[in-house]
């Protein structure tokens, strides 16, 4: 990672097409630092020899998918923790990729998008292995700069990976008219519009001659003791992959790139549509109020992964489509929920309040009770910032850990974390029910890290969690000890 906050990957295409479900739409060779090229590992000079090297720079089309075999723990978490709150631009130039983590609105999380829950699939372990240059440049997307030389001292390489599944975006696109007004996005020309989720290894073998096609159950194992063997990389546990959880088997592996469209365009704006012909049969599911029914399910999905602003996108979109149907009074309701996801609160929370006084129609319910149930909701989908009070602001974080657990989102119970313990510290220890209600945010986030099996960050929480409850109280020995008993108790998914 670089001091500006996002970390820089080499990107060198590849034009090949694997098969099976990590099938690539066409690849690329990833480095992270030219600076460290072995000498004679240029990727220039190498890839000039190949037909490859020819269009190394090609992106393949508005798409392409290449592997981040090469990122580190550190890259693999911060992309992991980006992904959790926004949609993740990069900009793609002169064979490289720049991940522009600053990319993002930092009052509105999701203001371009959010990545909904994984998909999990039921996929098996690839092998591919790499004997000479133009194989390493033909089948795999490794940087030649670190890789390179390894093939050209006569190592075989093989990388054995597994794709568990997929996670994918609540944008299908986005213009360039929607980045204008943030100049941190002013370089990107792709985002991520999915990635793929798995576990890989890569070895080199000296002296190896094509044995390709381990079993899972002999990675690591001295499967090819005939010959040196060295681990250039791993990411995750290709034997976690065989069990049910997959818990080691869900770092990105691949992403999906998608362009960014330079020209906004309407995809609602459309010519009156003529009469269809005696010989054409009428697609009804093509009709714009059919159109603006799905855009209004989509609405509804979006703001449930947290997508406020593409909620409202589509709502509009669907307005406009059949002007008639938005009147439903039940799309008041959605409205409102997106209006607080995107930063817009209190517009949310004045529809809301309307939508809820418009349902009493027999006026049962007083200003009051309708005030408190606008403002129950509020404190669920108004962003943290946005909270006005103590309370809001600890039902936010709460509510954003329910979601990240539900999710597997690890990252999200270690933001909410730091955010239940900043809180914690400017309440005053006497006013104890306010600060137990506080710091028991803590405890929850790493309740939440243990359900992952996170449990070195669990287990570094729940330590956190009881400095900050009882070290006024207590001996800092004592409040060790209890903070190791209780975790000992609780933490069952990490005892083994």
Same mark, same amino acid.
């Given at each position: 990672?670089?001091?500006?906050?996002?970390?820089?990957?080499?990107?060198?295409?590849?034009?090949?097409?694997?098969?099976?479900?990590?099938?690539?739409?066409?690849?690329?060779?990833?480095?992270?630092?030219?600076?460290?090229?072995?000498?004679?590992?240029?990727?220039?000079?190498?890839?000039?020899?190949?037909?490859?090297?020819?269009?190394?720079?090609?992106?393949?089309?508005?798409?392409?998918?290449?592997?981040?075999?090469?990122?580190?723990?550190?890259?693999?978490?911060?992309?992991?923790?980006?992904?959790?709150?926004?949609?993740?631009?990069?900009?793609?130039?002169?064979?490289?990729?720049?991940?522009?983590?600053?990319?993002?609105?930092?009052?509105?999380?999701?203001?371009?998008?959010?990545?909904?829950?994984?998909?999990?699939?039921?996929?098996?372990?690839?092998?591919?292995?790499?004997?000479?240059?133009?194989?390493?440049?033909?089948?795999?997307?490794?940087?030649?700069?670190?890789?390179?030389?390894?093939?050209?001292?006569?190592?075989?390489?093989?990388?054995?990976?597994?794709?568990?599944?997929?996670?994918?975006?609540?944008?299908?696109?986005?213009?360039?008219?929607?980045?204008?007004?943030?100049?941190?996005?002013?370089?990107?020309?792709?985002?991520?519009?999915?990635?793929?989720?798995?576990?890989?290894?890569?070895?080199?073998?000296?002296?190896?001659?094509?044995?390709?096609?381990?079993?899972?159950?002999?990675?690591?194992?001295?499967?090819?003791?005939?010959?040196?063997?060295?681990?250039?990389?791993?990411?995750?546990?290709?034997?976690?992959?065989?069990?049910?959880?997959?818990?080691?088997?869900?770092?990105?592996?691949?992403?999906?790139?998608?362009?960014?469209?330079?020209?906004?365009?309407?995809?609602?704006?459309?010519?009156?549509?003529?009469?269809?012909?005696?010989?054409?049969?009428?697609?009804?599911?093509?009709?714009?109020?059919?159109?603006?029914?799905?855009?209004?399910?989509?609405?509804?999905?979006?703001?449930?992964?947290?997508?406020?602003?593409?909620?409202?996108?589509?709502?509009?979109?669907?307005?406009?489509?059949?002007?008639?149907?938005?009147?439903?009074?039940?799309?008041?309701?959605?409205?409102?929920?997106?209006?607080?996801?995107?930063?817009?609160?209190?517009?949310?929370?004045?529809?809301?309040?309307?939508?809820?006084?418009?349902?009493?129609?027999?006026?049962?319910?007083?200003?009051?009770?309708?005030?408190?149930?606008?403002?129950?909701?509020?404190?669920?989908?108004?962003?943290?910032?946005?909270?006005?009070?103590?309370?809001?602001?600890?039902?936010?974080?709460?509510?954003?850990?329910?979601? =990240?657990?539900?999710?597997?989102? /690890? %990252? +999200?119970?270690?933001?909410? !974390?730091? #955010?239940?313990?900043?809180? *914690?510290?400017?309440?005053?220890?006497?006013?104890?029910?306010?600060?137990?209600?506080?710091?028991?945010?803590?405890?929850?986030?790493?309740?939440?890290?243990?359900?992952?099996?996170?449990?070195?960050?669990?287990?570094?929480?729940?330590?956190?969690?009881?400095?900050? =409850?009882?070290?006024?109280?207590? /001996? %800092? +020995?004592?409040?060790?000890? !209890?903070? #190791?008993?209780?975790?000992? *108790?609780?933490?069952?998914?990490?005892?083994?």
């Amino acid at each position: 990672m670089g001091t500006q906050g996002h970390a820089r990957v080499w990107i060198l295409l590849l034009g090949t097409v694997l098969s099976g479900t990590a099938a690539l739409a066409s690849g690329c060779v990833a480095t992270r630092n030219l600076d460290t090229a072995p000498a004679g590992s240029e990727p220039s000079k190498m890839l000039d020899k190949t037909a490859v090297g020819k269009n190394r720079c090609d992106a393949g089309g508005s798409n392409f998918a290449p592997f981040v075999v090469e990122w580190d723990a550190t890259d693999l978490s911060t992309f992991e923790a980006k992904a959790a709150r926004d949609v993740v631009f990069v900009r793609y130039e002169d064979c490289q990729i720049e991940l522009l983590y600053s990319c993002s609105d930092n009052g509105i999380p999701g203001r371009y998008g959010r990545y909904q829950e994984p998909t999990f699939t039921s996929g098996t372990v690839e092998s591919i292995e790499i004997k000479n240059e133009d194989e390493l440049f033909a089948k795999l997307p490794l940087g030649a700069v670190s890789f390179g030389a390894n093939v050209q001292m006569g190592e075989a390489l093989e990388l054995q990976y597994f794709v568990s599944g997929v996670v994918t975006s609540t944008r299908n696109a986005i213009s360039r008219a929607a980045l204008q007004d943030n100049p941190r996005c002013a370089g990107a020309t792709h985002f991520v519009s999915a990635y793929n989720l798995g576990a890989f290894q890569l070895m080199a073998y000296k002296g190896a001659t094509g044995q390709a096609g381990l079993d899972v159950k002999s990675v690591g194992a001295g499967a090819r003791s005939s010959s040196e063997s060295e681990n250039l990389k791993q990411g995750g546990a290709l034997e976690s992959c065989e069990t049910q959880s997959q818990r080691k088997c869900r770092v990105p592996i691949r992403l999906v790139l998608q362009t960014i469209d330079e020209a906004s365009q309407d995809l609602d704006a459309s010519a009156p549509i003529a009469a269809p012909s005696a010989a054409v049969v009428t697609n009804y599911e093509d009709r714009p109020e059919s159109r603006a029914r799905a855009l209004r399910d989509s609405a509804g999905k979006k703001e449930a992964a947290g997508d406020g602003q593409g909620c409202l996108e589509d709502l509009e979109r669907a307005d406009r489509l059949d002007p008639s149907g938005g009147v439903d009074k039940s799309l008041a309701y959605t409205r409102g929920l997106c209006l607080m996801r995107a930063g817009q609160c209190d517009e949310g929370k004045k529809i809301m309040r309307d939508y809820l006084a418009a349902l009493d129609d027999k006026r049962r319910k007083t200003d009051k009770q309708l005030d408190q149930q606008v403002e129950s909701m509020a404190r669920g989908k108004c962003n943290l910032a946005e909270q006005k009070d103590l309370e809001g602001k600890v039902t936010r974080i709460y509510t954003a850990i329910g979601e =990240a657990q539900r999710s597997g989102d /690890a %990252e +999200a119970c270690i933001a909410m !974390a730091r #955010e239940g313990e900043t809180l *914690a510290s400017r309440v005053p220890k006497q006013d104890v029910q306010k600060f137990n209600q506080v710091a028991g945010t803590v405890m929850q986030a790493a309740a939440c890290l243990i359900k992952l099996e996170r449990c070195e960050d669990g287990r570094s929480w729940w330590l956190r969690y009881y400095d900050l =409850a009882f070290s006024h109280t207590m /001996a %800092e +020995a004592e409040v060790r000890s !209890a903070a #190791e008993q209780t975790f000992a *108790a609780h933490a069952r998914e990490c005892s083994s």
